[in-house]
């Protein structure tokens, strides 16, 4: 809604003086309109929004409260649109004129607070949070700041005091626990911080990657190795190859002490912010996710972790350069520097920066020779990019570096399948794809491509018909699969049973062009010609393939040729349920 001097007579004029939506929302890009255009700009700002572009959409906001600068609707959004572009001083310059203007922001408060204690005021910003609304996620989020500042005042019996308030709320306990542990860890009260790592580590069922690094770094430093060794391989036993872990694992095997969890009250609050931020990122609260992320970034700039999180939702937005900035500020040589360089390799192909990313990959692939995930993403880069023999050749490279397969590597053997099927060398990807098999028995994915690849060649037919069955049956919604088994039906000439499952998988992947096509021919052969060609046209609406496109068009003008005569053994791409 429109307020203030952004009213009828502005929105008239504007309206039919400038265009209402400039096309540089869409490209991140900020172009100021001219005088006159405020509305256009508030509308720019909108669906700036709307598409996840944050920077465009808080430079939209600002230009429309300079014009309306009284305007409290424009100036809570052009706030929090700019926290969430990561502009601290613009978002704290305004959240004072909120607060100037009388409003009453919780999360105006929590920058001002941010403010004094970046500055280390602490006392200033206990009087600020202690005015804030402490409703929804305040309830976690001002506790939490306002212990921290207790702690960095001395004042560490009142900031437990402070944490004890979260257990009123079943979710705030695991937040409860992990900073009374990182509190009574700081302030040296070793038996109690012990007992509140266990807790969380408990309640998390192991424990999460920045609490498993933070009790394991207080076991060391408390001269128990031994423990934290045992810490370490229980985590690693659930994510092998973490990469941080391991780290700690090495620097713990090898005897060097580490530096504590927290160094200063100013840390711990940036960890506050963070796991608010993951917490919300989880539950799709974009921008109150970057928001504490950005926050935790305010007091610890080089923070990993909060520069990771960022970066991954700039990701989503498909804004590659800028998820690849905030990569670069996190340290290539720390474990956390590792994925933030392979998820700038991704980036770089989703920007067709294929050679730059290749070089990346090429460079990590050396840096690290006992890894092999750099291998796996160069091997899914140029899979995808139809590069199938390089692709074979860098999940070869990866399979060699593994000492031991176990089940969590049958992706490498399916994978490299994959590349040697469409590169024409079965030879070669059959004994992967079993192999894959021997790995992970009964794997949808596996059961799926492998069993329908025998049909297509007419090899191993019931064998591959209840291998595509059992697929189904472990991933009946999965509309790919589904069609794999009404394909296989029809190349196995059971027409009937053919067109209930391709009907089904349409059911399930409507938008897919070769599921209808395969539908559209299984109702041809039963008889139901005229739904056949709807079915023919409807591929051709939702944009097949290139070589698709004359075959579909020859049957809509010929139909298909009688059963006697086989049909044509190419293998459509959308069947195999990858």
Same mark, same amino acid.
């Given at each position: 809604?429109?307020?203030?001097?952004?009213?009828?007579?502005?929105?008239?004029?504007?309206?039919?003086a400038?265009?209402?939506?400039?096309?540089q929302a869409?490209t991140?890009?900020w172009?100021?309109? +001219?005088?006159?255009?405020?509305?256009?700009?508030? &509308?720019?700002g909108?669906?700036?929004?709307?598409?996840? !572009?944050?920077a465009?959409?808080?430079?939209?906001?600002?230009?429309?409260l300079?014009?309306?600068?009284d305007?409290?609707?424009?100036?809570?959004?052009a706030?929090?649109?700019?926290?969430? !572009?990561?502009r601290?001083?613009?978002?704290?310059?305004?959240?004072?004129?909120i607060?100037?203007?009388?409003?009453?922001?919780?999360?105006?408060r929590?920058?001002?607070?941010?403010?004094?204690i970046?500055?280390?005021?602490?006392?200033?910003?206990?009087?600020?949070?202690?005015?804030?609304?402490?409703?929804?996620?305040?309830?976690?989020?001002?506790?939490?700041v306002?212990?921290?500042?207790?702690?960095d005042?001395?004042?560490?019996d009142?900031?437990?005091?402070?944490?004890?308030s979260?257990?009123e709320t079943?979710?705030?306990a695991?937040?409860?626990?992990?900073?009374?542990?990182?509190?009574?860890?700081?302030?040296?009260r070793?038996p109690?911080?012990?007992?509140?790592?266990?807790?969380?580590?408990?309640?998390?069922?192991?424990?999460?990657?920045r609490?498993?690094?933070?009790?394991?770094?207080?076991l060391?430093?408390?001269?128990r190795?031994?423990?934290?060794?045992?810490?370490?391989?229980d985590?690693?036993?659930?994510?092998p190859?973490?990469?941080?872990?391991?780290?700690?694992?090495e620097?713990?095997?090898?005897?060097?002490s580490p530096?504590?969890?927290?160094?200063?009250?100013?840390?711990?609050?940036?960890?506050?912010?963070h796991?608010?931020a993951?917490?919300?990122?989880?539950?799709?609260?974009?921008?109150?996710?970057?928001?504490?992320?950005?926050?935790a970034?305010?007091?610890?700039p080089d923070? =990993?972790?909060?520069l990771?999180?960022?970066?991954r939702?700039?990701? *989503?937005?498909?804004?590659?350069?800028?998820?690849?900035?905030?990569?670069?500020?996190?340290?290539?040589g720390?474990?956390h520097?590792w994925t933030a360089r392979?998820?700038?390799?991704?980036?770089?192909? !989703?920007?067709?920066?294929?050679?730059a990313?290749?070089?990346? &990959?090429? *460079?990590?692939e050396?840096?690290? =020779?006992?890894?092999?995930?750099?291998?796996?993403?160069?091997?899914d880069?140029?899979?995808?990019?139809?590069?199938?023999?390089?692709?074979?050749?860098?999940?070869? *490279?990866?399979?060699?570096?593994v000492?031991?397969?176990?089940?969590?590597?049958?992706t490498?053997?399916?994978?490299r399948?994959?590349a040697?099927?469409?590169?024409?060398?079965?030879?070669?990807?059959?004994?992967?794809?079993l192999?894959?098999?021997?790995?992970?028995p009964d794997?949808?994915?596996?059961l799926?491509?492998?069993?329908?690849?025998?049909?297509?060649?007419?090899?191993?037919?019931e064998?591959?018909?209840?291998?595509?069955?059992?697929?189904?049956?472990?991933?009946?919604?999965?509309?790919?699969?589904?069609?794999? &088994?009404?394909?296989?039906?029809?190349?196995?000439?059971?027409?009937?049973d053919?067109?209930?499952?391709?009907?089904?998988?349409v059911g399930?992947?409507?938008?897919?062009?070769?599921?209808n096509d395969?539908l559209?021919?299984?109702?041809?052969?039963?008889?139901?010609e005229l739904e056949?060609?709807?079915?023919?046209?409807?591929a051709?609406?939702?944009?097949?393939g290139p070589?698709?496109? =004359?075959?579909?068009?020859?049957?809509l003008?010929?139909?298909?040729?009688p059963?006697?005569?086989p049909?044509a053994?190419d293998?459509?791409? +959308?069947?195999y349920?990858?």
């Open positions: 809604m429109v307020h203030g001097r952004l009213g009828a007579a502005v929105v008239a004029a504007t309206v039919l400038t265009p209402a939506v400039p096309t869409t991140g890009a172009v100021p309109a +001219g005088e006159g255009s405020a509305f256009g700009q508030y &509308l720019a909108r669906y700036a929004r709307s598409i996840g !572009d944050t465009s959409a808080s430079r939209y906001y600002e230009h429309v300079r014009r309306d600068p305007n409290p609707d424009i100036l809570n959004r706030f929090l649109l700019t926290l969430a !572009d990561g601290f001083e613009s978002a704290a310059a305004l959240a004072h004129r607060e100037k203007a009388g409003g009453q922001s919780s999360l105006a929590q920058v001002i607070a941010v403010e004094h970046a500055r280390g005021e602490t006392d200033r910003a206990l009087v600020v949070l202690r005015e804030a609304s402490r409703a929804r996620v305040n309830a976690l989020v001002v506790p939490l306002e212990a921290w500042s207790l702690v005042g001395g004042r560490g009142e900031a437990l005091e402070t944490l004890a979260l257990t079943k979710g705030h695991p937040f409860r626990t992990y900073h009374e542990a990182l509190v009574n860890d700081f302030l040296g070793t109690a911080a012990e007992d509140a790592y266990r807790r969380t580590i408990d309640a998390l069922e192991g424990g999460s990657l609490v498993v690094e933070a009790f394991g770094t207080f060391e430093r408390a001269g190795r031994r423990d934290a060794i045992g810490l370490y391989r985590f690693l036993a659930r994510e190859g973490n990469l941080p872990v391991l780290s700690a694992l620097r713990a095997e090898s005897g060097r530096a504590p969890a927290i160094a200063d009250a100013r840390e711990g609050i940036a960890e506050a912010f796991g608010i993951a917490g919300l990122s989880g539950r799709n609260a974009r921008d109150l996710a970057l928001v504490y992320a950005w926050l970034l305010a007091l610890k923070m =990993p972790v909060a990771f999180l960022v970066g939702v700039m990701e *989503r937005d498909e804004r590659h350069a800028a998820a690849n900035e905030l990569y670069a500020r996190i340290d290539a720390s474990p520097g392979l998820r700038t390799a991704f980036n770089l192909d !989703d920007m067709d920066e294929l050679p990313a290749v070089d990346l &990959l090429r *460079r990590l050396e840096e690290r =020779p006992e890894r092999i995930d750099a291998l796996v993403a160069l091997g880069i140029l899979r995808a990019r139809e590069e199938y023999e390089a692709a074979a050749a860098a999940y070869s *490279r990866a399979i060699r570096r000492d031991e397969l176990r089940e969590r590597h049958w490498l053997h399916y994978s399948a994959i040697y099927e469409r590169s024409n060398r079965w030879s070669k990807a059959e004994p992967d794809f192999r894959a098999l021997d790995l992970k794997q949808p994915l596996v799926n491509y492998l069993g329908y690849s025998w049909i297509d060649r007419g090899e191993r037919l064998r591959a018909r209840a291998m595509v069955e059992k697929a189904v049956e472990l991933r009946p919604t999965d509309g790919y699969i589904v069609d794999s &088994l009404g394909w296989a039906l029809y190349r196995l000439g059971r027409f009937d053919a067109v209930g499952q391709l009907e089904r998988a399930l992947r409507p938008e897919d062009p070769v599921i395969h559209g021919d299984a109702l041809w052969r039963v008889g139901r056949a060609t709807f079915q023919w046209r409807r051709l609406t939702l944009e097949p070589e698709a496109v =004359p075959k579909i068009r020859e049957k003008e010929k139909g298909l040729p059963v006697s005569e049909d053994p293998f459509p791409d +959308g069947g349920g990858d």
